[in-house]
């Protein structure tokens, strides 16, 4: 018998063109922790997504028209009231998302700085000027799109919603969010309440919510809709790749960040006990649910031993459970489909020869930290996102074997490098196939201003300052002759 929880928020309904609007069903969104239902959350539907493109095309206009000053002047609005409620999205994060306090915390924290670093955007250079054969004033200059589609994942719902959506909007797009079905509050609601109190006009910013069984028919509109000119995506490989090819036949514009299967290499000459700290930072902050996790530890044999006599201790102290409890800092992986997932990988792995060296029980929805050695390439483990507290430790012996191991993937997200010698951490650098490597530090890496994004099977495009541009704006090239061009005198 479900109960419902009495930090329950309250419901409002759709929010298109300003207005909360009822949708014809409903879905349950559940408290991970407990099992229990935290808020009953509207369903909508492929008609309420045209409703919302139609409202977020009729706002474009004056959106795109609006000074550019306005629209930094609102974004940093909207962070203040961000700001000030901050404590309501810790609580509801933590309920709906199964985090630890300390990531809900720094999430809040964070997504201020994505809204502020939006509105910083406003005042860059939108174009450049080109020389012309014919003496023209010859521009290269960007603008708004119109109504862009953002979708977004349940795992940070405070910074990956606002990340798909804030710098689109602070360059004069409108927007229609459909947040995941695991976090429709923290990752889509919410943010309308915060819209709304900051003032930002009616349609400009519209959250259309759904459940998993509506959610085929909902993302198809959203990308089918001939008022909606672009995507941003943030979730699994195998969804990206659905939205991105659907994108690409109708001929929009989508960025996708996907997932990833980060390697964090130590070297023999590294500080073992940071690399060791970090890299219990890396694998088991917020239960391995972060793209950038790290999942695979490949070590250099000879400290290998050394390493692991620092790593395990670290990781055997992590408090497992609900996380009301603030002393547990692993919570519970997000719903029963994702803990039967990341059982099925450590029951594989282990029944293929991996040995659990820390960790390896689970109950309800939680998995303890686990680290496996003795793991080889016919393991699933191997190849599969795990996106849970599993992390896999494997020793090499030379540089080359490192970087083989690191890019024996599809995905290309993060690689960390450990060592005092920074040449040859820069020169490994450029052979690992990766969007993004951080040497001496773990996998778990971000800012607002930094060019984010994946290679390989982890995604096209890069989120994050002066590169969201190019996802969210269109270049145009706009010429002014001034008399000098000259045509074949027969015309
Ligand atoms: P998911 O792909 O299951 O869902 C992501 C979003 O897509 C959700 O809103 C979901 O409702 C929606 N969706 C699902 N099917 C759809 C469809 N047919 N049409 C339109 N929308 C659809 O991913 P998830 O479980 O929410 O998130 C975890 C995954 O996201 C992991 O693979 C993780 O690595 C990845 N991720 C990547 C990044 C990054 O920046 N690279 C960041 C966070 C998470």
């Given at each position: 018998m479900l109960t419902m929880n009495q930090e329950a928020p309250n419901i409002r309904g759709l929010y298109i063109n300003g207005e909360w609007v009822p949708a014809s069903g409903s879905f349950d969104s559940f408290d991970?922790?407990?099992?229990?239902?935290y808020a009953r959350i509207p369903d909508g539907t492929a008609r309420d997504v045209a409703a919302a493109a139609e409202a977020a095309h009729s706002a474009f206009p004056a959106w795109s028209g609006r000074p550019f000053h306005e629209r930094a002047h609102l974004l940093l609005k909207i962070a203040d009231v961000w700001e000030r409620r901050k404590e309501d999205f810790v609580k509801a994060t933590v309920k709906e998302g199964g985090g630890w306090l300390g990531k809900g915390a720094f999430e809040a924290g964070y997504v201020a700085e994505v809204f502020r670093s939006a509105a910083a955007?406003?005042?860059?250079?939108?174009g450049e000027v080109l020389p012309s054969e014919h003496g023209k004033v010859s521009t290269a200059t960007r603008w708004p799109l119109g109504v862009v589609g953002v979708i977004s994942p349940w795992n940070m719902p405070g910074i990956l919603t606002s990340r798909g959506f804030a710098a689109a909007l602070a360059v004069g797009n409108t927007i229609i969010l459909k947040p995941s079905e695991d976090t429709p509050y923290a990752g889509g609601l919410y943010f309308a309440e915060i819209l709304e109190e900051a003032g930002v006009p009616k349609g400009v910013f519209n959250v259309i919510t759904c459940s998993r069984d509506s959610v085929m028919a909902v993302g198809d509109e959203m990308i089918e809709?001939?008022?909606?000119?672009a995507i941003s995506f943030t979730g699994s490989t195998a969804v990206g790749r659905h939205i991105a090819a659907k994108a690409g036949a109708h001929l929009k514009k989508c960025c996708v960040e996907l997932g990833g299967k980060d390697s964090m290499i130590v070297f023999d000459d590294a500080d073992l006990d940071k690399a060791a700290r970090a890299a219990n930072f890396g694998s088991f902050m917020h239960q391995g649910q972060i793209c950038m996790s790290t999942e695979k530890l490949l070590v250099q044999d000879r400290v290998f031993d050394s390493f692991m006599g620092k790593f395990l201790p670290r990781v055997s102290r992590l408090k497992t459970g609900v996380t009301t409890d603030p002393e547990n800092t692993i919570g519970p992986l997000i719903n029963e489909r994702q803990a039967i997932r990341v059982r099925g990988l450590l029951d594989d792995a282990v029944a293929k020869g991996a040995r659990v060296e820390v960790g390896g029980k689970s109950w309800d929805n939680f998995v303890e930290p686990t680290v496996l050695t003795?793991?080889?390439?016919?393991?699933n483990i191997w190849h599969e996102e795990t996106f849970g507290p599993v992390v896999i430790a494997v020793p090499f012996s030379s540089e080359e074997e490192a970087i083989a191991l690191n890019n024996d993937t599809d995905y290309g997200l993060t690689a960390a490098v450990w060592t005092e010698d920074e040449a040859r951490a820069l020169e490994m650098a450029g052979k690992l196939e990766t969007g993004m490597v951080h040497i001496n530090c773990q996998n778990v890496n971000d800012e607002p201003h930094v060019p984010f994004g994946g290679v390989k099977a982890s995604g096209v495009g890069r989120y994050g300052g002066r590169w969201s541009l190019d996802a969210f704006t269109e270049l145009r090239w706009i010429t002014l002759d001034r008399g000098g061009r000259h045509f074949p005198p027969v015309f």
């Open positions: 991970p922790s407990s099992r229990s239902l955007l406003c005042y860059q250079n939108i809709n001939p008022l909606v000119k003795n793991v080889n390439a016919s393991m």
